[in-house]
């Protein structure tokens, strides 16, 4: 399973992002799909995780602002970002469970920032 996050770049406070992530290759049962950040110095933090379902979970940090969401047919993920705050700075990466293995991408970087 290969992992293309894009949507990154620089945004004022109060700003949205939209992330995508694309899943390729062997896409067929891939399970949980989950949006991580990593912040300069701070360990890595789950922001949002999304079931096959549709079931979803946040962070408590963006609970309300980020709404992540999924198309089974296009093998994508969503995190549409709203109400940017300067500590939402990070490189975010998408993570796929499939058959309990886990996959990464590569991260894109998001920094909000006046």
């Known amino acids: 399973v290969q992992l293309q996050a894009s949507g990154g770049g620089l945004v004022q406070p109060g700003g949205s992002l939209r992330l995508s992530c694309a899943a390729s290759?062997?896409?067929?049962?891939?399970?949980?799909m989950t949006w991580y950040r990593q912040a300069p110095g701070k360990q890595r933090e789950l922001v949002a995780t999304?079931?096959?379902?549709?079931?979803?979970n946040y962070g408590d940090s963006v609970k309300g602002r980020f709404t992540i969401s999924r198309d089974n047919a296009k093998n994508t993920v969503y995190l549409q970002m709203d109400s940017l705050k300067p500590e939402d700075t990070a490189v975010y990466y998408c993570?796929?469970?499939?058959?309990?293995?886990?996959?990464w991408g590569q991260g894109t970087e998001v920094t909000v920032s006046s």
């Open positions: 993570n796929a469970l499939r058959y309990a293995r886990n996959y």
């Open positions: 290759g062997s896409v067929a049962s891939i399970g949980v």
């Open positions: 999304i079931t096959t379902g549709g079931s979803t």
